[in-house]
Structures are given as structure tokens and as C-alpha cells.
């Protein structure tokens, strides 16, 4: 007997559809499809870059070319044809829909379930807002807080434009061009992302999101993060957002870079509900993510990650202990449901000494989906006492759905302490059937089962953001319950 | 308030309850006694709707109410509670977060109010109490690390959070030192009253000295073949079950 049979509602996980997904159909000023200098080129010119940008950017490309896609992960997926993809869209001005009643209502349904404002609402469902709109005043106060601090925190273009030197100096740095496939990509034809410099010694002094960013662009296909913490500074990074989020782009190739210098603390928290496509994953985003940070003496950089989208999701935010008695962290819950498949996980590069590492990975997978931690903890030769721990646990909702677990462990200096933990786990029938007799439904039963297991790398969130990921995960795994 | 007539249940291929029958009063304390394997876990699981379990004949009438009717979360907002016999643990999801969760899930489907922090954690204080419950139980995940005797103390304290109709407690007393056993049952005494009813499923008659029931019957085979008063757990501590298991004379419909 499978579990399904056992129990109707885990069945129904397999069958539940993404009930709230959504399109706006925006007019965009597009460039045919195709990849060759020229579209680069245009690229670069309509963003009025300057001559460096577009020599790396070419430079890049000659790179990518001589790339192979990558094959390793444990993910199947139909290789996009980079040719057949357009490599510039800039939104245009849409006609904004008049008001929140024009908006589907099950997609409003999730977005107050998930306890979004109202105003929130409009913005995130291209209502057009009126200019006196709570955030919008918030995001004005909040720059000029910033601003005083000497905080930079700008899309990337801005940047690119209005600070090319901090720009030039840490492109790259940390995900070099021909790092892999997609940052080799990436770094050819990305078309936006964020810029943030926090100066020497300045704490910020609130979690800096896109989320405030309105009225720029927003996530790109190929996004280009930056985050540069001087000497001593702090920030706490927040990433997407738990509303969900479809996109008629299949491939997502981001890169994202953290340069943490002396003492610098880099916090960079992510919730990601891309659209992960219908039941068979037809539709649904591919998501092949460089993340990775550099930790200079003493600095520290934490990963905390909520993943609950994407119909292939393949993303190892890192990070490289370069100085010595640094820390890096991952805190990691990754979902997977229907035919989602991750293959995510954490690269801590020991170099210096004394440096410190945690990984805690959550995986739930439920339906037919794949979900893999791939893992690697490297020590150097000359990482003297360097530590790690890494907690690795997955719980299966189905029987049908399989977890795996892929350490790699490279110890070159004798001194390393390294411990690893692997638990597997089936939901249990017993622990949901207890909440049914006290009186929860099937849904807030495995809610609470499933928020009590990820519980470790919740509580590392941000708290607004934290309570909006555990109704996420709430609802990923909700079944149609009738 | 409860009747359960002729009642067969099943799990897999195995027929476990065999035409069990019995009735009880709003109010009343019944015990049921019975060999290991006989059947006793199985009717408490039936009664709370755990669907592993495929009752194939019978009924059971709660409150007028078809209780097969109704899915396990429905029979525990009409009033239903069952204290687990192996209660189990929810990593990560506090105690009090469990039960205020609970609380206020079986209040919504009543169509009653949430009740407030203040008044819950009121009340908190006063079932806590009841049971002698640390504190620091109450803030810890769900059974998580608790000792035996602390895992039964927190389903009593449950039971008396969740003010049931009908209260089922699966060997409450197993495990049970006598200082937490005197604990366990003074919290059971205290909340008896004429609306509300408990099934006392035990071993030992030790129990019904501080719980003392109304009726008591054996469970053996799947099924109810003797009952009697208070007096019958005795007589069964005394000369054991094989006398009424083995003498088909003495069954009692
Ligand atoms: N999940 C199950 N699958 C098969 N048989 C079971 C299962 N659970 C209980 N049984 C069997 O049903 C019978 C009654 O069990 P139970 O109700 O737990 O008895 P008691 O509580 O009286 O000791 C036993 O023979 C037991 O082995
Ligand atoms: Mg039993």
C-alpha cells in the first residue's frame, strides 16, 4: 500500500495545481530573439553603458561560447535554446489595471492568506498606484536614512552609471566570468539586479529589499546582484518575496555576489516562489542561481534560504573563508512538490585560519519531486583549525517522492574538525493524525508539523519575513482540501 | 451519550473488533479491562476516527450524532479526545503554540470567538496546575524529550485545556509512578462532572482506586464479554482474565 493510499491528502499534494500563478500581459519593447556581439552590443547601448562594461560583457560571451551546459546536478530538464531566447525586454508602461476588483480573485485569495496589504496588493498585481501610497513614502524616507549613512542601494544600472568605480572594482571578484556556464552567461547579457556598498563601520540600519525598490525594474531574467560591506559595516539583505511569481521567461540565470572585508557582517536572506509549473512541471521557471561570497578577516556572511518555486531549481550559495577566523553560514529549507526538482546546497571554501562554517539544510519533498543538498566543504592547506558542521535532513511527504543527500568533503590541513549529520524522514501518520484529534485540519496539521521541522532556519529570518515564509511553506504544501 | 452496537473494524486484512457493543451515560466512568492484543487501542483509535482503520459493520451513535460520519478533526470538535497510549512528538512546534493552535481551531469550527492571549494563557496557568505540569514543558516542543510520566501528564493537561464530552484514555496510568499516577487521576477526578464522560482503558485495577468507575467490562476478542461494577477489576486483579475468556457461559451481550 503506498502512502498516497494512506492518506488522501498527501494524494492530493500530487495533484495540486499552482492555483496562483499569474501573468500580466505587459507590452514590452523587445529584441528579436538570438545571442551573437551584436545583441550584446545593444544591449550595452540601450542601457548607455560605458566602454568597459560592453568589453566585458564581449569578453564574457567569447567565454560562454567555449562552455559546455553543466550536467552533474540531479535534475532533468529540457535544455533551453539560448538562441531562441530574447536577450532584452524593457517593460513598458502598461495600461494599469484600475483597481484591486480586476484582479483575479484566487490570486488575491493567496495574497491575503499570506497576510499581504492591501496596498502591497496593488503593487504586486499591477494595480496603478496612487503616488501618496504608504511604501512609496516609506522608500523615499528610507533612501534618504540611507543617504545620510553614506548606504548605496541602487538597481544596477544606476550603479553602473553613477558609481562605475565601486562597480568595476567587485564585478566579478567573487563569481569570475568563467566561473561556470550560466555566470559566464549572466555576466554577458544581464540586464538589472541591485547594487548595495555599505561604507566602512556603517550598520545599517534596516533590512535594505527589492521589495522597497518600487517602481524599478524588477527581477530580471538574468539578474546581477552586488553587495559590497566595508570594514566593520552590517547589512541584512532580504531577496524576492513570498507573493508568487510567474514569469513567461523559462531561464533564470542570476548571479549574486557578497564581499564581506575586515569585520564586515553580510546577512542575505531569500524567499523564492517562482512559478514551478503545472503538476508535470510543464511551464514552470528554471532557476540556475551563482550565489557566492567572500569573507575577508573575521567577517562573517550568513546564507538563509526559503525555496518553494521553480520547476528546476539549481543553486549553491557559498561561500570562500579567505580570511582568517571568518564564518560562513547556510540555512536552507528547499520544497519540492509535483515534478519540482532541487538540486541545491552550500560550497564552504576554507582558506584561512581558524575559519568557521554551519550548514543547516531542511529539504521537504512531497508529489513525484526530486530534492537533492549538494554540499561541499573544502579546507585548505593552510585553514588551520577550521571547523565545520553540516546538518543535513529530509523529509518525504510521499513515497513517490525521493530525497539525496551529496556531501563532498576535501580536508587538506590535519587540524579541520568536521561533522556532518544526515537524518531521513516520512512525514508521520501518527504525528498528523495526533493534530486531527485535538482538532486541526489535515492542512494546519501538516502545516505545523512541516513550520516545526524548519523551525532552525525560520527563526533565522528577518521576522516580518519570517512569518510570511511559514505561511508559504503552509500553502506549498496545502492539498485542495474539500 | 455514547453507543457503539456491533461494531467491526479492521486494519489490512485483519479483523480486530468483532461485534463490540456498549453504551454509555452522560457522566459515567467506564473502565475496560482486557489482555494485551485484545483489541482495546483499536477501539479508541475507531472512536477518534483514525482512518487506517475500516469499520466493515456496526455503529456508533455519539450524541445522537453518526460519529462515523464524521472525519477524526470533526469528531475532536464534537467533544471527543483521546489521551494516546504512546502520545507522539512534534519537533520544532511548541507545546502551548500546539494547543492554542488547537483550541482555537476547534473554536472556529464551533463558530465560537479565538480566545484571547490573556484568557488562554489563563487557563493555561490553571490546567497546568491541575496536573502539576512544569513550566518549562509547556514552552518545549510537543512530548519532545519528555519522560513517560511527563508525555501522560501532558495529555491530561490537554484534556482539561480542551474540556471534552467524552474523554478516552488509552493506559494513561502504564509508565506511571504513584506519586504521578495520584497526579494523573486527581486530574481526571477534578474534571469530572454530569456532561462529560471518560472510557478508562487499563491494565491495572490500581487506576480505578483513584479513578473510581462506574462500570467495568472486559475486551477480549474484539469484543465486550463481561461487564459488572466497580467491584469486577478486583475480582479480575485477583484470578486474571481466563476466567471469563475462556468460559463463553459468562458473556454478557
Ligand atoms: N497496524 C496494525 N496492523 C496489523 N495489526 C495490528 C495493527 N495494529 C494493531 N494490530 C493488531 O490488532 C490487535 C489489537 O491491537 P490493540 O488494539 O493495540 O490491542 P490492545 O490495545 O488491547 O493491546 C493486536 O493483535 C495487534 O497486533
Ligand atoms: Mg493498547
Same mark, same amino acid.
Given at each position: 500500500m503506498s502512502a498516497a493510499e494512506d492518506n488522501p491528502l498527501l494524494e492530493e499534494f500530487t495533484r495540486k %495545481?499552482? %492555483?496562483f500563478g499569474f501573468t500580466t500581459d505587459i507590452a514590452s519593447d523587445k529584441i528579436p530573439p538570438g545571442l551573437n556581439e551584436e545583441v550584446i552590443k545593444l544591449i550595452s547601448a540601450k542601457k548607455n553603458e560605458p566602454e568597459w562594461m560592453l568589453e566585458w560583457r564581449l569578453d564574457a560571451f567569447k567565454v560562454w561560447q567555449s562552455m559546455k551546459e553543466p550536467e552533474w546536478a540531479h535534475v532533468q530538464y529540457q535544455k533551453p535554446?539560448?538562441?531562441?531566447?530574447?536577450?532584452y525586454s524593457a517593460p513598458k508602461s502598461?495600461?494599469?489595471?484600475?483597481?484591486?476588483? %480586476?484582479?483575479?480573485p484566487e490570486l488575491r485569495a493567496t495574497m491575503d492568506k499570506l497576510g499581504i496589504s492591501l496596498e502591497e496588493q496593488k503593487r504586486l498585481s499591477g494595480v496603478a498606484v496612487d503616488f501618496v501610497m504608504d511604501s512609496v513614502s516609506v522608500a523615499t524616507s528610507f533612501k534618504e536614512k540611507l543617504g545620510e549613512l553614506g548606504i548605496i542601494f541602487c538597481s544596477m544600472s544606476e550603479a553602473i552609471q553613477k558609481h562605475p568605480d565601486l562597480v568595476r572594482q567587485h564585478? #566579478?571578484? !567573487? !563569481? +569570475? !566570468? =568563467?566561473?561556470n556556464f550560466f555566470s559566464a552567461l549572466n555576466s554577458a547579457v544581464f540586464t538589472d539586479g541591485s547594487f548595495c556598498y555599505i561604507p566602512k563601520?556603517?550598520?545599517?540600519?534596516? %533590512?535594505?529589499?527589492?521589495?522597497?525598490?518600487?517602481?524599478e525594474a524588477g527581477t530580471g531574467q538574468f539578474e546581477r546582484t552586488l553587495v559590497v560591506a566595508e570594514e566593520g559595516s552590517y547589512v541584512s539583505y532580504l531577496e524576492g518575496c513570498t507573493a508568487p511569481q510567474r514569469d513567461e521567461n523559462q531561464l533564470h540565470a542570476a548571479v549574486v555576489e557578497l564581499v564581506a572585508k575586515d569585520d564586515a557582517e553580510i546577512k542575505y536572506s531569500t524567499v523564492q516562489n517562482w512559478? +514551478?509549473?503545472?503538476?508535470?512541471?510543464?511551464?514552470?521557471v528554471f532557476n540556475f542561481v551563482t550565489k557566492r561570497g567572500i569573507c575577508e578577516t573575521r567577517a562573517k556572511i550568513s546564507w538563509t534560504q526559503v525555496e518553494t518555486g521553480s520547476a528546476v531549481t539549481w543553486k549553491y550559495p557559498s561561500c570562500?573563508? =579567505? #580570511?582568517?577566523?571568518s564564518t560562513g553560514e547556510f540555512y536552507s529549507v528547499a520544497v519540492t512538490n509535483n515534478a519540482q526538482q532541487a538540486d541545491t546546497g552550500t560550497k564552504m571554501i576554507h582558506l584561512g585560519a581558524n575559519t568557521n562554517s554551519t550548514i543547516i539544510s531542511k529539504g521537504i519533498s512531497a508529489g513525484n519531486s526530486q530534492n537533492s543538498y549538494r554540499g561541499l566543504v573544502q579546507i585548505g +592547506?593552510?585553514?588551520?583549525n577550521a571547523r565545520n558542521f553540516s546538518q543535513c535532513d529530509s523529509l518525504l511527504m510521499t513515497d513517490t517522492s525521493g530525497a539525496h543527500t551529496f556531501p563532498y568533503i576535501e580536508a587538506k590541513n590535519p587540524t579541520a574538525q568536521i561533522e556532518h549529520e544526515a537524518t531521513t524522514s516520512r512525514i508521520g501518520e501518527d504525528q498528523i493524525f495526533y493534530c486531527l484529534q485535538r482538532g486541526l485540519t489535515e492542512e494546519q496539521a501538516i502545516g505545523l508539523i512541516v513550520n516545526g521541522y524548519a523551525k532552525e532556519v525560520l527563526n533565522k529570518l528577518p521576522m516580518e519575513f519570517a512569518v510570511e515564509a511559514r505561511k508559504l511553506l503552509s500553502i506549498s504544501l496545502e492539498g485542495s482540501v474539500g | 451519550m455514547l453507543q457503539i452496537d456491533n461494531l467491526h473494524a479492521r486494519i489490512g486484512d485483519t479483523?480486530?473488533?468483532?461485534?463490540l457493543t456498549l453504551s454509555m451515560g452522560a457522566g459515567e466512568v467506564h473502565a475496560i479491562m482486557g489482555p494485551n492484543g485484545s483489541g482495546k487501542s483499536t477501539l479508541a483509535s475507531v472512536l477518534a476516527g483514525r482512518?487506517?482503520?475500516?469499520?466493515t459493520a456496526g455503529s456508533i451513535t455519539f450524541d445522537g450524532v453518526?460519529?462515523?460520519?464524521?472525519d477524526a478533526t470533526e469528531r475532536a470538535v464534537a467533544g471527543i479526545f483521546l489521551a494516546f497510549q504512546y502520545p507522539v512528538e512534534i519537533p520544532g512546534v511548541s507545546n502551548i503554540n500546539f494547543l492554542r493552535s488547537a483550541l482555537n481551531s476547534i473554536r472556529e469550527q464551533r463558530e465560537e470567538e479565538p480566545l484571547s492571549g490573556k484568557d488562554f494563557l489563563a487557563k493555561v496557568k490553571a490546567c497546568a496546575q491541575l496536573v502539576e505540569l512544569d513550566g518549562k514543558l509547556r514552552d518545549? @516542543?510537543?512530548?519532545?524529550?519528555?519522560s513517560g510520566g511527563e508525555k501522560k501528564r501532558n495529555e491530561i493537561f490537554q484534556m482539561a485545556m480542551l474540556e471534552p464530552r467524552l474523554a478516552v484514555l488509552d493506559e494513561?496510568? @502504564?509508565?506511571?509512578d504513584i506519586d504521578a499516577l495520584r497526579i494523573v487521576s486527581h486530574g481526571v477526578n477534578s474534571m469530572r462532572s454530569a456532561g462529560r464522560s471518560f472510557l478508562v482503558i487499563t491494565h491495572y485495577q490500581r487506576l480505578l482506586d483513584h479513578i473510581v468507575p462506574d462500570h467495568v467490562h472486559v475486551l477480549a476478542g474484539g469484543r465486550i464479554v463481561h461487564s459488572g461494577g466497580k467491584e469486577l477489576a478486583l475480582e479480575l486483579e485477583d484470578k486474571g482474565y481466563d476466567w471469563i475468556v475462556d468460559n463463553p457461559a459468562t458473556e454478557k451481550a
Open positions: %495545481e499552482y %492555483e535554446d539560448y538562441q531562441a531566447i530574447s536577450y502598461a495600461a494599469p489595471l484600475g483597481s484591486l476588483d %480586476e484582479v483575479d564585478l #566579478g571578484t !567573487v !563569481v +569570475p !566570468v =568563467k566561473d563601520g556603517a550598520r545599517c540600519p534596516m %533590512e535594505l529589499s527589492t521589495y522597497f525598490r518600487i517602481n512559478y +514551478p509549473g503545472d503538476a508535470q512541471g510543464k511551464g514552470g570562500i573563508l =579567505k #580570511g582568517d577566523g +592547506p593552510r585553514a588551520r | 479483523e480486530i473488533l468483532k461485534g482512518e487506517e482503520y475500516e469499520v453518526d460519529l462515523l460520519e464524521l518545549r @516542543s510537543v512530548n519532545e524529550g519528555f494513561t496510568d @502504564s509508565g506511571l
